[in-house]
């Protein structure tokens, strides 16, 4: 592959823009948490996921190998999860007590249909699946033995009531974060701790122990279930080593989750965990942040699935280009009018697709006149994403591209070879116009009887303009209009398609 710049990335670990560099050359290992499958992910969890999966595209595109791994967590993540030692309920028992609960037999049933949500809303948003994606619960033995391996180095310690990582044994403690002072951690978590057996206040349970919990497991502590933190320790390292490249996430998860996860992992080894540290800034929609009470809480099966469903019915490619807009490490502003900017520039890609099959089918053999102008495109869109995914830049010269096809009246044959070329590196680096996950959108039976309606009311106006019988014409396309479909007269003949509810 030509030369291209480093790869560059903000490194949370040092608050410095550092190149990339795997331990292996031209192998990057990298971990990203994935979500709690208590409910539906919503888009800001999703803005979070695209990011990996653009590191993933981008390193891919340099000629990197790439084994990645996300989680999903399916026990021990609390709901007061704000401070090192969470306290409340375990999310997963609390969403069984919901009213979306009681549909479910037990708490595994409710993780696997959140999960295989997970899964489907992944591929709808032509993200590329992990290499490995590993469950909490899958993992039990692992972490009862490395909670053993810490008690033996003496970074933690048993109470009656769980096991604590005694966070004064790891002078680094708060060098991710910036929470290294031991008062202003006391403070924060006055109201949390309960147990007075703790030997500091910052101290976080390894594993709690609790014979009544919905999820539980015997261990030479006692019947329980493991801490949130432990969890991405071990699958971690278990899949990728106990040194790797890189590790991604909200940035909601820098304290305390991966705070506590640098501490446990690399008091088990001795060694660093993670070189590199990635994470995605907070996701507002239209200005404020995302809440079920203001209106504005959206998952993916929100703005893309059939109004049937209750969906918006927004194409899933409008979705994920509206959500890479923003630079991942900058707060971004999710609003309607950008996803309908996104609809049509995703129309675009896809309209180019159409007009290279063309020039492939029936293009003269006229030599090409397009290859150089769309490699400078493509080599400033990858250029971009090697410069802390500049995705805003890289959209751009993305779109340049695009209107440099569409200018033409006509492709030849090599030049259409050169658009479908630019085309096929272009999507595999964003992912945004064409599915390159294996996903295959099934059509519903709904929307087949649609197609079907609607393609009989498009002959029937057809028939009516040649009969000149032009107001029969319009109260069709007045009936198409109400059945939000939306009509578009082309030299070739009439195309449809059901408008997004924005």
């Avoid at 053993?148 to 933690?156: N, P, Q, V």
Wanted: hydrophobic content about 35%; aromatic content about 10%.
């Amino acid at each position: 592959m030509a030369s291209h710049p480093p790869f560059l990335l903000q490194n949370t670990l040092t608050g410095k823009l550092e190149p990339l560099e795997p331990q292996d050359s031209n192998f990057l290992r990298m971990y990203s948490c994935g979500p709690t499958v208590y409910s539906y992910a919503h888009i800001g969890n999703f803005r979070t996921f695209i990011t990996s999966d653009l590191i993933v595209r981008t390193a891919r595109a340099i000629g990197w190998d790439v084994r990645y791994v996300s989680n999903i967590t399916d026990v021990g993540h609390l709901t007061e999860d704000d401070v090192a030692d969470a306290g409340g309920e375990d999310k997963m028992a609390k969403a069984l007590k919901s009213k979306e609960g009681e549909q479910f037999a037990n708490v595994y049933d409710l993780a696997r249909y959140y999960a295989d949500a997970l899964n489907l809303d992944w591929q709808i948003l032509n993200l590329l699946e992990p290499d490995v994606r590993p469950r909490a619960t899958e993992h039990i033995t692992q972490q009862i033995e490395a909670i053993e391996k810490l008690i033996e180095k003496g970074h933690a310690y048993e109470t009656a009531d769980a096991v604590y990582f005694d966070v004064g044994s790891f002078k680094e403690y708060g060098k991710l974060s910036g929470n290294r002072e031991a008062n202003q951690l006391e403070e924060s978590v006055r109201d949390i701790v309960v147990d007075p057996n703790k030997r500091d206040s910052r101290d976080f349970a390894l594993w709690k122990k609790d014979d009544k919990h919905l999820m539980q497991w015997y261990s030479p502590f006692g019947r329980g279930f493991p801490g949130w933190h432990i969890e991405c320790s071990v699958m971690s390292m278990q899949y990728l080593g106990e040194h790797f490249d890189l590790h991604g996430g909200g940035e909601d998860l820098i304290f305390p989750h991966h705070e506590c996860e640098i501490a446990q992992s690399e008091g088990l080894t001795g060694k660093p965990f993670a070189d590199m540290w990635v994470h995605t800034r907070f996701l507002q929609v239209e200005g404020a942040k995302m809440s079920k009470s203001k209106g504005n809480f959206f998952t993916v099966r929100d703005l893309t699935g059939p109004e049937s469903k209750g969906g918006r019915n927004i194409n899933p490619f409008a979705v994920r280009l509206a959500l890479i807009s923003g630079q991942y490490r900058k707060p971004y502003n999710f609003t309607f009018k950008t996803l309908s900017d996104c609809i049509q520039n995703v129309e675009r890609f896809q309209a180019v697709e159409k007009v290279a099959e063309e020039g492939l089918k029936n293009g003269d053999d006229a030599p090409d006149t397009l290859g150089d102008a769309l490699d400078s495109c493509y080599e400033r869109t990858l250029h971009a994403m090697l410069d802390d995914l500049n995705t805003p830049l890289a959209i751009s010269a993305a779109l340049e591209g695009s209107k440099l096809i569409t200018k033409q009246e006509t492709l030849s044959k090599a030049s259409a070879e050169k658009v479908k070329a630019w085309l096929d590196k272009t999507n595999a680096l964003l992912g945004l116009f064409k599915y390159d996950n294996g996903y295959n959108p099934a059509t519903a039976t709904t929307e087949d009887t649609l197609s079907t309606k609607v393609e009989h009311l498009l002959e029937a106006r057809q028939a009516a303009r040649n009969a000149r019988d032009y107001a029969r014409a319009d109260e069709i396309r007045d009936e198409l209009d109400q059945m939000g479909i939306e009509v578009k007269d082309t030299p070739n003949g009439p195309t449809w398609k059901k408008k997004a509810k924005i």
